[in-house]
């Protein structure tokens, strides 16, 4: 097991998520930035992943 043992699944799960929500998210923000046509594909981007 890469993780240690105290940590349940869940918990490595939501670290892991919360980990990649951060990167889409600093992704969707500058994707916003430097394309405003679409703000909604952000939203849905984000919502997805």
């Known amino acids: ?3 240690a043992p105290s ?3 869940s918990q490595v ?3 892991r998520n919360s980990a ?3 990167v889409s998210f600093a992704r ?3 994707y ?3 394309n405003r046509r679409k ?3 952000v939203v849905v981007f ?4």
């Open 7 to 9: 940590l349940t699944a």
């Open 20 to 22: 990649h929500f951060a």
């Open 1 to 3: 097991m890469p993780f």
């Open 39 to 41: 703000p909604g594909l």
């Open 28 to 30: 969707a923000r500058s």
């Open 13 to 15: 799960r939501e670290r």
């Open 32 to 34: 916003g930035s430097t």
């Open 46 to 49: 984000k919502l997805a992943h």
